[in-house]
């Protein structure tokens, strides 16, 4: 498992802490960037090159291809984050709602 830098891990720290704090704002969740981070993830996660550059070239070998070492960090904690977001805004209970009434 990858050490989370230092930096972030305050960070997450310093926001889950904000959000549940009495008279906080209501978190929103924004839905188009978990989704964005979701199709980066595999895309990293199915391409065969790791996003890596060519020796010869020097360019990657697909425009496609996204750098897992340059971008994976990036794109769990935007998972994490707007997941918990997602939850703490109110909108999965919604969408557990509606899925409830459409099973009966």
């Not at 305050?10 to 969740?29: A, H, R, V």
Request: hydrophobic residues 35%; glycine residues 6%.
């Amino acid at each position: 498992m990858m050490e989370q830098d230092p930096v972030m891990r305050d960070f997450t720290t310093m926001i889950l802490w904000s959000w549940n704090q009495p008279g906080g704002k209501k978190p929103e969740s924004n839905l188009q960037a978990l989704k964005d981070a979701v199709r980066d993830l595999c895309q990293m996660t199915t391409q065969k090159s790791a996003g890596q550059k060519s020796p010869l070239s020097g360019r990657k070998y697909k425009s496609k291809d996204i750098s897992v070492a340059e971008n994976l960090e990036r794109v769990k904690f935007t998972i994490i984050c707007e997941a918990v977001l997602l939850v703490l805004s109110g909108k999965l209970d919604k969408l557990e709602e509606e899925n409830d009434g459409q099973e009966e």
